[in-house]
C-alpha cells in the first residue's frame, strides 16, 4: 500500500503558534431594540487580527471597539455605582491589587476577538477565597454587579463586562495546590494557566485531560466555568467527568467546599455540576481538583483523503473499531477548507484532489504496537475504497506540520473575507447536511461555504465567507442555521457556550422547561443579579 | 520468570452468579429516637440469602422484615392518604397497572437486602414520561408521597418505601429507543435491565460503559439515579461523563427533556447532573441517553501476590505506566479475604503465603499487543520485587475463575458471621490504614477486619465479622470510621448513595453550606417534599 507510518511526504509550514484566531461576524447580531438589530458594527466587518501578531494588521487600540452597551442600545441594570468608599474598602481588602487605572483597566474591558468592550472602573486581583468571599458578600451587601474573568480567551463575550461591573481577575490565584502521582489527582487554584499545568504534569509523566488552543493565556477555573471542550475529549472524555472537584464563592460570600480529590464520591447531590459550565453567573470558581491521564509514550498522526462523507464517516467507525484505546483524534475537513489553506496561507495539501479530507492521531503507550494497529488500520481502508490517499507521520515536527493543515483553517478563512461562524453539534450523520444545504441555499451570495470540525466528537464549525458584512447574507443564514440544528437535535453551542452573544439563541437547543429551571436556579443561588450580567441565560420574561 | 500470559494454573470454582450478595449490620443503625438507636434487628444478625438461592438457606419471607418506620420508630410526614378515589383515578390513567394487591406489592415494600420494609399500598406501573407527568401531578396535587423504584437492587434503603409511599416502578418502561453506531449512542427507558442493554449492545459491538454485579435485575434510570460506579469506572469514567441526556418528570410533573444525544452541549447549565445520583428525591428518570464504549477484542486477568501495602500501591502505579491504555481494573485484597473465601467457599488460592493479592485487567484491541504489553509488566514486577508470585488467565473460564476469588469474597464474609461493611472512598495513599487501624482498635472483639476493593478508583470495601450483632463493637466502630474518613477527606458513601440508611452522616463528607444549599434544591424542585421522602437528606434543622 501506499501509506504507512513513517512515509509521509513533507510539508511546508510550521505549527501555528495560536490555534484560535478568527473573529466573527455571526455571533454579533444585535439584540434588541429591533431597530438595532442589523446595524453592522464597524470591527465585524475584518476584526481578525492575531493578538500581538507580527504576522497580520496591527490590532485595534481598544477605544475602536465600540462599547458593547452602546452598540447593542442596552440598558443597564439597577446596581449600584461605585463610589469613593468602595474603592477605599477594596484598597483596604487587598492592597495593591484594586486597580481603577484606566490604562491597565483597558485591556480587562475588551475580548480577546476585540467584539465586546465594557467600561469597568475597578479591577480586582484576589490571591485566595477568602478574598473572593470578601469581596462578593461586600458586592452582594451594596448590590454591585461583578464579572469574573480568567484568561479572558472566551469567543462569546462572556468574560468582560458589559457596563460597569468590576472586574474579579484570577490572574493572581495561581497556585498549584497538590499533585498525587498515584492517583493522579491535581488540585490547584482557579487562575493557574492552563498550558503551564500541562508542563508541570508532563514533567511528572501526565498531562491535562483537556488540551485548548488558548493554554498559553486561559485560566484552568475559566475552562471549567466554560466547560471547555478542545482536542483532547474524544479521548479523555468532558470536564463533566474529569473534575473531580470545586471550590466556589457563591454571590452572597459564601464558600462551598466540595474540592473532593476523589473518583468516586456518592454523599448527595453533586453541587459543582451545575459551576461547571454556568459561565460565572452563579459563583466564582476559585479552585479546582481534576482527574490526569498519563502522558502518551507514542503519539501518531494520519493524514488521509475521501471521496464522500459517507467514506469518512465509514473511516471513523472503522478506525475507531481498529485503534480502539490509541484513538486520540479524529477531525474532517472539506476540500474547500484545503483550496483556502493553501490559497491564502501558502500551505502544501500532501494530498490532491479528494473532496474531504481527515486527520487520524493515535497515542499510546507503546509505538510499534501503536504503529502496527495505524498500519492495519490504513491498509484495510485503503483497500477497501474508503481511503484514497495519505500521510502518516511520527516525528513531532511532521506531526505538527500535518497538524496545521487543519489548526490553520481559521486563519486562513478570515483571509477570505468577512466570516460567519457557526460552533454547533449534531449526531454524526447528519454532520456535513448542513453545510450542503447552506451552499445551495446561499448560491452566489457566498463567497465560500465550507465545513470541518471534531467528526468524532460530533461538532461541526461550519464557515461562510462573503466579501463584506451584509444583513441580507446574515438574514438568509439566521435563523435557518439555528432552526436546522435544532430540527436535529443538535446544540446551537458545541463548547464555546452562550455568554453574551448568544444567549437569546439558548431556545433552539433548550426546551422552555429548562430554560426557566435554569433561570429558577439563577435566582437562587444569585438573588440580585449580580453575578456575570447580561449573560448565558435569556432575560427572564 | 515464573508467570506470563497462559501460564495461569487451574483453580475451582466458577463465576458466582451474583456479585452482590450480602446484607449489612452497620448500615442498619437506627437513627431516632435515641432509645431506638441500638436496638438490633432480627433479620441483621444473619441477614445474607442469595436471593432465590439454592445453595444458602431459604429466603426470609417479606413479613418476616420488620416495617423500617416501627424498627426506627419514625414519624409519617403529613402526607395525604390514598381514598378510592385516587385508586379509581390511577386505574382510569393505566389500567391493569394500577396494583392494590398486598401479595403483588410485598415484594416491591422490601429491599433487595431485606432490611427495609415499608407498607405502600399502591404500585402504578408507567409505560411513558406522559403518564409518570400524569401520575406525579396528580400526587403533588393531592400531597401524595411518591418512592420511585427501577430493579429495587439498592444497597441502603433508598429504593422501597418507609411509610405508605405510593410505589412508582419503571419496569414497564423498558424500551429501547435508538442506537446509533456510529457515534456509540444509546437512548431508552429508564426501565431497561442493564445486563440485557449489555447484551442488546454487544451484539453490535458495544458495551454498556458501566458493569455491576446487579446487571441482572437493576434499571439503568436506578443506576443513573444513584450514580453506580461498578467494574468499569476505571477505564470508562463515572456516569457523570458517560450520560450525555436525561429525560426527568419532576415533582409538579413537568416533564423535563434533556435528552441530548450530543457529545458536546454548552447551551446553559447541564440540568441533568443534578439528577444523577440523586436518589429519586429531586425528579424520576424516564429515559436515558448514554454513550457506549466499543466491546474489547481482547481481555486478560492476571492475579499477583506482595509483600505489603506499599508495593500494592506501587504495583499499581507500574502497571498503569506500562499498561497504559489497556488497563481496565485494579483490585485489591488482604490475605484475610483468601483466607475467608478458602475456608468458607472452599474455592482455592492459585498463589501463598502473601499479605496482599492483586487482579489486574487489561480490555484492548489486539490481543498479542496486549499480552506483550502485560508480560513486559510483569517481568518489570517480578525482577523488581513488588510481586512475589503471580498467574494469570486469557481464556474466558480463567479469567472467570480468577475473578470469583475477588467476587465471592462479600459471600465468605456473610458466612464468617455478622458483617459490618463500610464503602469508603480515601486518596489511595491511605486506604488500608483505616483496615491496620481498625485491626487494632477492636483487637479480640472483632472475628476478622478484612479490606479489599478498586484500589485503582480509590474504593476500600472495610469489612468487620464478629460472632453475632454487637452494640459496642458498633460503638467501636462507629463513628470512628466516618471520622477518620472524613479527617483524610474521604467519602462515607463511595458508591452506593446515601438513601434512607446513610443520610444522617453526609456532614461527614459534605460541609454544611453544601448540605443547606442540597436542602434548597429539594425544597425548590419538589416544595412538597413528595418525592421519595425521608431519603438521601437529613432532615432540615
Same mark, same amino acid.
Given at each position: 500500500?501506499?501509506?504507512?507510518?513513517?512515509?509521509?511526504?513533507?510539508?511546508?509550514?510550521?505549527?501555528?503558534?495560536?490555534?484560535? $484566531?478568527?473573529?466573527?461576524?455571526?455571533?454579533?447580531?444585535?439584540?434588541?431594540?429591533?431597530?438595532?438589530?442589523?446595524?453592522?458594527?464597524?470591527?465585524?466587518?475584518?476584526?481578525?487580527?492575531?493578538?500581538?501578531?507580527?504576522?497580520?494588521?496591527?490590532? !485595534?487600540?481598544?477605544?475602536?471597539? !465600540?462599547?458593547?452597551?452602546?452598540?447593542?442600545?442596552?440598558?443597564?441594570?439597577?446596581?449600584?455605582?461605585?463610589?469613593?468608599?468602595?474603592?477605599? %474598602? /477594596?484598597?483596604?481588602?487587598?492592597?495593591?491589587?484594586?486597580?481603577?487605572?484606566?490604562?491597565?483597566?483597558?485591556?480587562?474591558?475588551?475580548?480577546?476577538?476585540?467584539?465586546?468592550?465594557?467600561?469597568?472602573?475597578?479591577?480586582?486581583?484576589?490571591?485566595?477565597?477568602?478574598?473572593?468571599?470578601?469581596?462578593?458578600?461586600?458586592?452582594?451587601?451594596?448590590?454591585?454587579?461583578?464579572?469574573?474573568?480568567?484568561?479572558?480567551?472566551?469567543? @462569546?463575550?462572556?468574560? @468582560?463586562?458589559?457596563?460597569?461591573?468590576?472586574?474579579?481577575?484570577?490572574?493572581?490565584?495561581?497556585?498549584?495546590?497538590?499533585?498525587?502521582?498515584?492517583?493522579?489527582?491535581?488540585?490547584?487554584?482557579?487562575?493557574?494557566?492552563?498550558?503551564?499545568?500541562?508542563?508541570?504534569?508532563?514533567?511528572?509523566? /501526565?498531562?491535562?485531560?483537556?488540551?485548548?488552543?488558548?493554554?498559553?493565556?486561559?485560566?484552568?477555573?475559566?475552562?471549567?466555568?466554560?466547560?471547555?471542550?478542545?482536542?483532547?475529549?474524544?479521548?479523555?472524555?468532558?470536564?463533566?467527568?474529569?473534575?473531580?472537584?470545586?471550590?466556589?464563592?457563591?454571590?452572597?460570600?459564601?464558600?462551598?467546599?466540595?474540592?473532593?480529590?476523589?473518583?468516586?464520591?456518592?454523599?448527595?447531590?453533586?453541587?459543582?455540576?451545575? /459551576?461547571?459550565?454556568?459561565?460565572?453567573?452563579?459563583?466564582?470558581?476559585?479552585? @479546582?481538583?481534576?482527574?490526569?491521564?498519563?502522558?502518551?509514550?507514542?503519539?501518531?498522526?494520519? /493524514?488521509?483523503?475521501?471521496?464522500?462523507?459517507?467514506?469518512?464517516?465509514?473511516? =471513523?467507525?472503522?478506525?475507531?473499531?481498529?485503534?480502539?484505546?490509541?484513538?486520540?483524534?479524529?477531525? %474532517?475537513?472539506?476540500?474547500? *477548507?484545503?483550496?483556502?489553506?493553501?490559497?491564502?496561507?501558502?500551505?502544501?495539501?500532501?494530498?490532491?484532489?479528494?473532496? %474531504?479530507?481527515? $486527520?487520524?492521531?493515535?497515542?499510546?503507550?507503546?509505538?510499534?504496537?501503536?504503529?502496527?494497529? $495505524?498500519?492495519?488500520?490504513?491498509?484495510?481502508?485503503?483497500?477497501?475504497?474508503?481511503?484514497?490517499?495519505?500521510?502518516?507521520? @511520527?516525528?513531532?515536527?511532521?506531526?505538527?506540520?500535518?497538524?496545521?493543515?487543519?489548526?490553520?483553517?481559521?486563519?486562513?478563512?478570515?483571509?477570505?473575507? *468577512?466570516?460567519?461562524?457557526?460552533?454547533?453539534?449534531?449526531?454524526?450523520?447528519?454532520?456535513?447536511?448542513?453545510?450542503?444545504?447552506?451552499?445551495?441555499?446561499?448560491?452566489?451570495?457566498?463567497?465560500?461555504?465550507?465545513?470541518?470540525?471534531?467528526?468524532?466528537?460530533?461538532?461541526?464549525?461550519?464557515?461562510?465567507?462573503?466579501?463584506?458584512?451584509?444583513?441580507?447574507?446574515?438574514?438568509?443564514?439566521?435563523?435557518?442555521?439555528?432552526?436546522?440544528?435544532?430540527?436535529?437535535?443538535?446544540?446551537?453551542?458545541?463548547?464555546?457556550?452562550?455568554? %453574551?452573544?448568544?444567549?437569546? =439563541?439558548?431556545?433552539?437547543?433548550?426546551?422552555?422547561?429548562?430554560?426557566?429551571?435554569?433561570?429558577? =436556579?439563577?435566582?437562587?443561588?444569585?438573588?440580585?443579579?449580580?453575578?456575570? !450580567?447580561?449573560?448565558?441565560?435569556?432575560?427572564?420574561?
Amino acid at each position: 500500500m501506499g501509506i504507512s507510518v513513517g512515509s509521509g511526504r513533507p510539508v511546508r509550514h510550521g505549527w501555528p503558534q495560536l490555534r484560535r $484566531l478568527v473573529g466573527s461576524c455571526g455571533t454579533w447580531r444585535p439584540q434588541s431594540p429591533a431597530s438595532e438589530r442589523r446595524r453592522p458594527c464597524r470591527a465585524a466587518v475584518r476584526p481578525w487580527q492575531r493578538p500581538g501578531g507580527a504576522l497580520h494588521t496591527a490590532r !485595534p487600540r481598544c477605544h475602536d471597539v !465600540p462599547l458593547t452597551c452602546e452598540r447593542y442600545g442596552l440598558r443597564r441594570l439597577p446596581f449600584a455605582r461605585l463610589g469613593p468608599g468602595d474603592a477605599a %474598602f /477594596f484598597e483596604g481588602l487587598m492592597p495593591g491589587r484594586a486597580c481603577s487605572d484606566p490604562e491597565e483597566l483597558k485591556s480587562f474591558n475588551v475580548d480577546w476577538l476585540k467584539s465586546v468592550r465594557g467600561c469597568s472602573e475597578l479591577l480586582l486581583k484576589p490571591k485566595t477565597a477568602a478574598e473572593v468571599s470578601q469581596i462578593l458578600r461586600y458586592c452582594h451587601e451594596r448590590n454591585l454587579a461583578v464579572s469574573p474573568q480568567g484568561g479572558n480567551t472566551g469567543l @462569546v463575550g462572556g468574560s @468582560v463586562p458589559v457596563f460597569d461591573e468590576i472586574i474579579l481577575s484570577t490572574a493572581l490565584m495561581n497556585q498549584i495546590i497538590s499533585f498525587d502521582p498515584v492517583s493522579g489527582i491535581l488540585v490547584c487554584q482557579a487562575g493557574c494557566i492552563l498550558g503551564k499545568l500541562n508542563e508541570y504534569l508532563e514533567e511528572r509523566g /501526565f498531562i491535562m485531560p483537556l488540551d485548548l488552543g488558548a493554554k498559553g493565556s486561559c485560566h484552568i477555573g475559566g475552562n471549567v466555568a466554560t466547560n471547555a471542550g478542545g482536542l483532547r475529549l474524544l479521548r479523555y472524555g468532558s470536564l463533566r467527568g474529569t473534575v473531580l472537584g470545586l471550590e466556589v464563592v457563591l454571590a452572597d460570600g459564601t464558600v462551598l467546599d466540595c474540592l473532593a480529590s476523589l473518583r468516586k464520591d456518592n454523599t448527595g447531590y453533586d453541587l459543582k455540576q451545575l /459551576f461547571i459550565g454556568s459561565e460565572g453567573t452563579l459563583g466564582v470558581i476559585t479552585a @479546582v481538583s481534576i482527574l490526569c491521564p498519563q502522558k502518551p509514550k507514542a503519539v501518531n498522526l494520519a /493524514f488521509l483523503g475521501c471521496q464522500d462523507f459517507s467514506r469518512v464517516q465509514e473511516t =471513523f467507525t472503522t478506525c475507531r473499531a481498529m485503534l480502539g484505546e490509541i484513538l486520540s483524534a479524529f477531525e %474532517f475537513m472539506d476540500e474547500k *477548507c484545503m483550496e483556502l489553506v493553501e490559497k491564502h496561507l501558502g500551505l502544501s495539501n500532501p494530498l490532491r484532489g479528494c473532496p %474531504f479530507y481527515v $486527520l487520524i492521531e493515535t497515542s499510546g503507550s507503546n509505538s510499534s504496537h501503536d504503529e502496527e494497529k $495505524l498500519n492495519s488500520f490504513l491498509e484495510q481502508a485503503m483497500t477497501s475504497g474508503l481511503v484514497t490517499d495519505g500521510t502518516v507521520a @511520527v516525528d513531532d515536527k511532521k506531526i505538527k506540520t500535518l497538524w496545521s493543515l487543519r489548526e490553520r483553517i481559521t486563519e486562513a478563512l478570515t483571509r477570505d473575507g *468577512c466570516v460567519y461562524k457557526y460552533d454547533i453539534s449534531l449526531p454524526v450523520g447528519k454532520l456535513y447536511d448542513i453545510v450542503t444545504d447552506m451552499r445551495a441555499r446561499l448560491g452566489q451570495s457566498a463567497k465560500n461555504v465550507v465545513g470541518y470540525g471534531h467528526l468524532g466528537d460530533g461538532n461541526l464549525h461550519l464557515n461562510i465567507t462573503a466579501e463584506s458584512y451584509s444583513h441580507s447574507l446574515l438574514d438568509a443564514i439566521e435563523p435557518y442555521v439555528y432552526e436546522w440544528t435544532a430540527r436535529y437535535n443538535g446544540s446551537i453551542s458545541a463548547e464555546h457556550g452562550l455568554g %453574551f452573544k448568544k444567549k437569546q =439563541f439558548i431556545q433552539y437547543s433548550k426546551p422552555t422547561e429548562a430554560v426557566f429551571l435554569m433561570q429558577r =436556579f439563577k435566582a437562587m443561588l444569585d438573588p440580585k443579579g449580580i453575578l456575570n !450580567p447580561y449573560k448565558t441565560l435569556p432575560s427572564s420574561p
